[in-house]
């Protein structure tokens, strides 16, 4: 055996798989969206198995809260005030140098998502939102990539594989997305690790069937399991496809894509926080901010963001301009507040 | 016998905490209809203007009602209904 294969070999003596599958895996492009609960467990899975191209990207930074869940991440990340990304790369490069990691600092919305999945053989959803969600099946469905879907809360997750043009799309099987508070957030209603851990891996396990060529095992159901209550349940969803009048994979109205949905600056679902995205053309300068900042509140940085911390909100921002202000959901009160402190 | 609905955890409360109602019906709507006597408040989780909220999938066993007959979708005794909300965590 080709000794760059051997670490595959368990891997490679399974029938699916196979030496053919492996170096279809060594070869292939992924693109994940979010590097959280779901994300970590995908991107370990993805990177140990070979896949040989993996961008990853996440708007966010380690909190100790996270830890619970998310496996790639530890203290010293925290510490360290790491970004999701960034974290995650580092450990990925330990666990396997022959694949390429790229890690992405940025909030995936319209005018960016097409560079980021452009080169995809397979989008994985491991985000928190169905604001990028709908914004991913978007993309997707115009540009014929198949994705992955994957959600938690509580003890229950559901997963479900979308192949544009044989399969329902997300919009086919959820026409819209629950309003804040409505059906709960990781936030609100907790999580458990185990459901995050069997969603993801069933993802990786649709990637690997999706990328090794195996399109007659993909799941063309949507699954839903609660890990306490011992449900499993396989809905069967392929008779929709076609059947509703979806707007997105029927009409190829991509009301994300197009812009017709979605906001610069978002309430953070039961966290207290909201981000705004004021995207600008030149990196910011910590330094020069941390100087005019520290005599106003508390700042830190390093050269992936900054922490600021003033009148009881905490501000972390990103070298984009991007800024997630902890302390209010109050998206008007958060303009305010970036227009007095980072400014415009 | 009888019709069983899984509420799923946030709409519980609405349901004195039980996980699992059952009713009686010959419809998906009559044993929705159902639930709401016997929980009032469940009603307007579900629907809005009479139609079940968008983020809501209601399943007959394992299939999706809106392939079937939608609310008019006949039930008999022994089967599972489950309303299920989009789950948007990760």
Known sequence: MDSALERYSRQMRFYGIGEAGQRKLIESHVTLCGCGALGTVLANVLVRAGVGHLRLVDRDFIETNNLQRQVLFDEHDVAENLPKAEAAARKLAAINSSVHVEPIVTDIDRTNIVELVKDADVILDGTDNFEVRYLINDVAVKLGKPWVYGGCIGSHGQTMTIVPGETPCLRCVFEAAPAPGEAGTCETAGVLSPIVNIVASYQAAEAFKILVGAKQQINRELIYIDVWENILKRIKIAPLFGKVDCPCCRHKRFDWLDGEHGTQTTSLCGRNAVQVSHRRAERLDFEAMARHLQTLGDVQYNRFLLKFDVDGFNFTVFPDGRAIIKGTNDVEKARTLYAKYIGY | ?90
């Open chain 2, 1 to 90: 016998m009888a019709i069983r609905i899984h509420i799923p955890t946030p709409m519980r409360q609405h349901t004195d905490g039980n996980a699992v109602v059952e009713v009686s019906g010959e419809t998906i709507q009559a044993a929705l209809d159902a639930l709401g006597e016997k929980y009032p408040a469940i009603t307007q989780r579900v629907f809005d203007n009479g139609q079940v909220r968008r983020f809501i999938n209601i399943y007959l066993n394992d299939e999706d009602i809106r392939y079937l007959d939608n609310l008019e979708t006949a039930v008999k005794d022994g089967d599972e209904v489950s309303i299920i909300p989009a789950v948007a965590g990760g």
